[in-house]
Nanobody, 126 residues
Framework: QVQLVESGGGLVQAGGSLRLSCAGSGRTFSSDARGWFRQAPGQEREFVAAISWSGANIAYANSVKGRFTISRDNAKNTVYLQMNSLKPEDTAVYYC???????????????????WGLGTQVTVSS
């Protein structure tokens, strides 16, 4: 059974940091592009960050650029999202995803991603 499982979410004060992890199982994701998306209540799922299979190509949403860092460890089938200087508007459920095609440029569209985790809640208090 192919799974992506997110962890590391929680409640943090504005200005704080969290590190999300997304572990894959059931298949190797080392050739896939990996992405993070988020969805706040009543809003559409939005792109946060993506990384190519090698880590050489990375993309960020403008809203998180300079504050969030995506990275991956292919040996562990895991992708990370380091979130610093968190703001209340970062509050959302965060989802990780895998794009099995991994075609460049990295996709920001949820429909390009084949596998999804169930999400982890991030709440930033003011």
């Amino acid at each position: 059974q192919v799974q992506l499982v997110e962890s590391g979410g929680g409640l943090v004060q504005a200005g704080g940091s969290l590190r999300l992890s997304c572990a894959g199982s059931g298949r190797t994701f080392s050739s896939d592009a990996r992405g993070w998306f988020r969805q706040a209540p009543g809003q559409e799922r939005e792109f946060v960050a993506a990384i190519s299979w090698s880590g050489a190509n990375i993309a960020y949403a403008n809203s998180v650029k300079g504050r969030f860092t995506i990275s991956r460890d292919n040996a562990k089938n895991t992708v990370y999202l380091q979130m610093n200087s968190l703001k209340p508007e970062d509050t959302a459920v965060y989802y990780c995803a895998a794009d099995v095609h991994g075609i460049l440029p990295l996709s920001t569209r949820p429909t390009a991603y084949s596998y999804w985790g169930l999400g982890t809640q991030v709440t930033v208090s003011s």
